[in-house]
């Protein structure tokens, strides 16, 4: 585990740091701010990646085991850093002494300023290939292939609607979802079949500094 990377990269260990981290939450979870439903969808998570690793280490385990506690892996670690940026990393609650016990990285005092989030999200696919289903994917507008985030860019707001006009403003966009990828499905109902539906996007730092709209898009429900 390197001084940048609180997580570490051996399976055995992964799933210590994964139950020591797992438990202090737990101990700590009202005075965090951190819900039992939160703790409960990580907590299942865990549960399968302690599972694909103890099946994994017996002395029958077979390709398929291993592949399965190498997928896995990579899911509780996705998983495990999205519950620290958005429960932890910035919560005021969390001490540095929470942070040891944590198993996280402790900040050098004076962290450099969160960067101005100047450029915005593009769409580069819009994928209605999948009955009731429209799939977005984008990339950021400063970049020409590479679908990663800006630096210090956690996720992109996605505001959208189904409307029989363009919307004339960001605000008649009036559901909002969050994706911490660069790409989202949004599934919908069989009546709302051949309608038009209206996006726009743009990026969230994680302490939650907000950057410019993207364009509008749009697209029928197939």
């Not at 939160?38 to 990646?49: C, K, M, Q, R």
Request: hydrophobic share 40%; glycine share 4%.
């Amino acid at each position: 585990m390197s001084a940048k990377d609180y997580l570490p990269k051996a399976y055995a260990l992964l799933l210590e740091w994964l139950i020591t981290f797992l438990s202090y939450t737990k101990l700590n979870k009202v005075r965090f701010g951190v819900s039992d439903d939160d703790i409960d969808t990580f907590n299942a998570v865990v549960a399968l990646y302690k599972a694909a690793q103890e099946a994994a280490i017996l002395p029958n385990a077979g390709k398929a085991d291993r592949v399965k506690r190498k997928e896995l892996a990579k899911t509780v670690s996705l998983t495990a850093r999205d519950f620290v940026n958005l429960r932890l990393r910035y919560n005021p609650a969390v001490t540095d002494e929470d942070r040891v016990n944590l198993g996280l990285t402790v900040p050098n005092p004076g962290p450099s300023p969160t960067p101005e989030i100047k450029t915005w999200p593009v769409v580069v696919l819009i994928d209605t290939s999948v009955i009731m289903r429209i799939s977005l994917r984008f990339r950021d507008s400063d970049s020409v292939k590479s679908s990663a985030k800006p630096y210090g860019v956690h996720g992109g707001e996605i505001r959208w609607c189904i409307l029989d006009h363009p919307p004339v403003t960001t605000e008649d966009l009036i559901h909002s979802e969050f994706s911490t990828r660069a790409s989202r499905t949004f599934v919908f109902d069989e009546n709302q079949r051949g309608k038009t539906v209206y996006f726009r996007l743009r990026w969230e730092n994680m302490r939650g500094q907000k950057g410019p709209w993207s364009e509008i898009y749009s697209a029928v429900i197939p």
